[in-house]
């Protein structure tokens, strides 16, 4: 019998939107419960409500990320936070590291920096409180897609200190990639980094030049000597379905030889 469990409770992120609440979500594997000296590696993730649950994701369909990770056995803590839903662009300003314009909001300002500070300082070492995880650089990873794509790209590098696998998964590159690869360019990297970075077949044409921004990007990261893995998803999408079929490929490269270590 399973006895997996997503504990969801409120949080504030004080810097960014004062006292307004939003949902923190963890989840714990069947071994937790079973294991209680165990120890476990943590992936922190984007846009916690679209994880789990259909009746919760912001367009009717989950990653399905329980029913997968219950289904395989993953050995793996997940805490992800819910995403701002404000209209007037809070998603894209939480979720970007620049300044950028957008079509419908205009100027957006990037607060990618704060929201990574609050989650590096603050609910990091909460997770780590709570929980029995193995709270070292080598067993803590992060994850998203869209700007929450950008962001995991962003976070692997800029607080590489603290993560040392993330995955991409259709990362909005397009909202500057001067100032990503620059930042890839400058920032100090240690060995042992991993990325998983992916792109879908029928979202390279949703940006102009995306597909130059994916190899620019790719090709800085290998000059970095990142260990990388990059897929363009034969008809692939920009939705949750579509990310949800990379499950298979995100979790063995974020778990590849991982677990040994513990």
Same mark, same amino acid.
Do not use: H
């Given at each position: 019998m399973l006895h997996t469990m997503i504990k969801k409770w409120d949080i504030i992120i004080p810097e960014l939107t004062?006292?307004?609440?939003?949902?923190?979500?963890?989840?714990?594997?069947n071994s937790y419960f079973k294991e209680p000296g165990r120890r476990y590696p943590v992936l922190y993730m984007f846009d916690g409500h679209n994880l789990f649950s259909d009746?919760?994701?912001t367009y009717g369909k989950?990653?399905?990320?329980?029913?997968? @990770? %219950?289904?395989?056995? *993953?050995?793996?803590?997940?805490?992800?936070?819910?995403?701002?839903h404000s209209p007037d662009g809070?998603?894209?300003?939480?979720?970007?590291?620049?300044?950028?314009?957008?079509h419908t909001f205009g100027t957006i300002k990037g607060q990618g920096k704060t929201t990574m500070d609050w989650m590096v300082r603050r609910f990091k070492p909460l997770i780590d409180r709570r929980y029995r995880t193995i709270p070292n650089r080598e067993h803590t990873f992060i994850a998203g897609s869209s700007m929450g794509g950008l962001m995991s790209l962003y976070a692997l590098i800029r607080y590489n200190r603290t993560f040392s696998r993330a995955a991409a998964l259709s990362p909005s590159l397009w909202v500057n990639p001067d100032k990503l690869e620059d930042l890839i360019r400058r920032s100090r @990297? %240690?060995?042992?980094? *991993?990325?998983?970075?992916?792109?879908?077949?029928?979202e390279m044409e949703s940006h102009l030049n995306m597909n130059q921004y994916f190899r620019r990007v790719?090709?800085?990261?290998?000059?970095?000597?990142?260990?990388?893995?990059?897929?363009?998803?034969?008809?692939g999408t920009h939705s949750e379905a579509s990310w949800e079929r990379q499950?298979?490929?995100v979790i063995n490269t974020l778990l590849y030889e991982a677990e040994e270590s513990q």
């Open positions: 004062g006292k307004e609440k939003r949902k923190a979500y963890v989840y714990l594997p009746k919760e994701a989950s990653w399905g990320l329980k029913d997968y @990770l %219950d289904f395989n056995d *993953v050995d793996l803590i997940i805490a992800a936070v819910e995403c701002n809070g998603r894209l300003s939480e979720y970007s590291p620049y300044d950028f314009s957008d @990297l %240690d060995v042992d980094t *991993v990325l998983y970075m992916d792109y879908g077949q029928k790719t090709a800085q990261l290998q000059r970095r000597n990142v260990l990388l893995t990059t897929r363009i998803i034969p008809g499950l298979p490929f």
